[in-house]
């Protein structure tokens, strides 16, 4: 049988053949025999380790029918989880009668009771079936367990689906190069095309992008034309995605020189100062995202708008393609959206046109 000083062994930083012998140490322990109560840490000291560090598997067995060791790093990250599984903590039954939403609601009102009238706050455990303080605030840390494995299980769904339609996608503008309808027209391709038309959305006079583009005008528009009729004619939309990706990163082939975009920095009298801080602000995206609809109704121009925020056309369709994918495959962002859209759109369609706002 083996000891206490073999069963304890620190092996962090050991690979797995470093501490081989560690584990025939575990597989040769009769864990019949094993007394959690009594061995090292069944004070439960365990359980006030620093969670921001990772420490050795501590070899533990209340249930023979489990694994005989619990990892603190990933299964127990708090204390409180490890306290209560040291506890054989259940869900009252109060509480598993309840959805996940209500419980989820009763017990943070019932916590915040816990600094402002300590007499009801037991009360209220109490009844809804907690032995203690801990038991209880173990209840609510399961039930946040709980949710963030239902977002992440969402989350993982819907990047699964979204990467089948990526390669959908994919499959189609295969199919629409090989097809040939992303051939040049007139020596101008698809991607050119765009960018062009970003650039030109973005301030840049159109005689500088003709110059860039290395055409003439009644080209261009025939050009123009025709890449549109292919556009609309695409059931598949795959020169649609050719054009978006080129749109929203249009310092490309002919418009990808550093002189070309000195040109446009010149052209453009607003800039784009905003760019970089709507794109580490998820609120303030969604802000101006309800700026412009509510601005749209009050009469409004949408570009003189992001142009309060310093932003140009060209920089909000980049905006539009950093933030999108990631509430298409991120259901707390998706949620968080609905929250703060209610939030601005009330914000904006209580102000009249034309009345500062603060930014």
Not at 101 to 125: G, M, P, R, S
Not at 267 to 281: A, C, K, P, Q, R
Request: negative net charge.
């Amino acid at each position: 049988m083996s000891t206490i000083n073999e069963l304890y062994q620190n092996v962090s930083g050991k690979n797995k053949d470093e501490y081989r012998d560690y584990l025939l140490v575990l597989d040769r322990m009769d864990w019949h025999s094993y007394d959690y109560t009594t061995w090292p840490c069944a004070d439960l000291s365990f359980q006030d380790l620093d969670t921001n560090e990772n420490y050795d598997v501590w070899p533990f067995k209340p249930n023979l029918n489990e694994p005989h060791w619990v990892d603190l790093n990933n299964q127990f990250p708090s204390g409180i989880r490890r306290y209560g599984y040291v506890n054989k903590f259940v869900m009252p039954e109060q509480v598993r009668e309840l959805s996940h939403d209500d419980a989820t609601d009763i017990l943070n009102d019932i916590k915040d009771l816990k600094d402002n009238n300590a007499e009801e706050f037991n009360d209220q455990i109490n009844e809804y079936g907690f032995s203690d303080e801990k038991h209880f605030l173990w209840g609510i840390a399961l039930l946040d367990d709980a949710e963030e494995k239902a977002y992440d299980a969402a989350d993982d769904f819907l990047k699964e689906q979204k990467a089948k339609l990526d390669a959908q996608m994919d499959a189609h503008v295969e199919a629409a190069e090989a097809g040939g309808l992303l051939d040049p027209i007139s020596g101008i391709d698809m991607e050119t095309w765009a960018a062009a038309n970003a650039k030109i959305a973005g301030g840049m006079d159109l005689e500088e992008v003709l110059k860039v583009v290395g055409t003439e005008k009644p080209i261009w528009d025939e050009v123009s034309a025709e890449w549109t009729a292919r556009m609309s004619q695409d059931t598949t939309f795959a020169i649609s995605k050719v054009y978006g990706d080129a749109f929203m990163n249009s310092n490309i082939g002919k418009f990808a020189s550093e002189e070309t975009n000195q040109g446009l920095a010149s052209s453009s009298s607003n800039g784009s100062s905003g760019l970089s801080e709507v794109m580490e602000d998820f609120e303030l995206y969604i802000k101006i995202m309800c700026h412009q609809n509510m601005g749209a109704t009050q009469g409004k121009d949408a570009a003189s708008i992001l142009q309060e925020y310093g932003l140009t056309v060209t920089d909000w369709s980049s905006v539009g393609a950093h933030w999108s994918p990631k509430m298409a495959t991120d259901t707390r962002m998706a949620l968080q959206m609905g929250e703060l859209m209610e939030k601005y759109n009330a914000e904006f369609a209580s102000a009249k046109a034309g009345d500062d706002i603060d930014f």
